[in-house]
């Protein structure tokens, strides 16, 4: 089975990242930009014998390393 994890950070975590590459677009003259926010994405397949075992086990993998709790979010997708 085969699912996609995004991981942002939480509103009001402050995203040094994200503003060096909002910076990085208007001196390359892209208009319109008004914010960016940086995040992960994972691509993952896992053996499970369903969809709410593969989220159990998504959400343990999240929990434990992919995101740090405290200042990200994340959000299981399975495809």
Do not use: H, W
């Not at 990085?24 to 896992?46: H, M, N, P, Y």
């Not at 992919?66 to 994340?74: D, F, H």
């Amino acid at each position: 089975m085969k699912a996609r994890i995004i991981v942002t950070l939480k509103t009001g975590v402050l995203d040094p990242q994200g503003k060096a590459i909002e910076a990085a677009l208007k001196s390359l003259a892209i208009e319109g930009v008004d914010g960016v926010r940086q995040g992960k994405v994972f691509d993952i397949e896992v053996s499970a014998a369903d969809s709410a075992a593969a989220e159990a086990t998504l959400r343990t993998a999240c929990e434990k390393l992919l995101a740090n709790t405290v200042v990200e979010n994340y959000a299981i997708e399975i495809l």
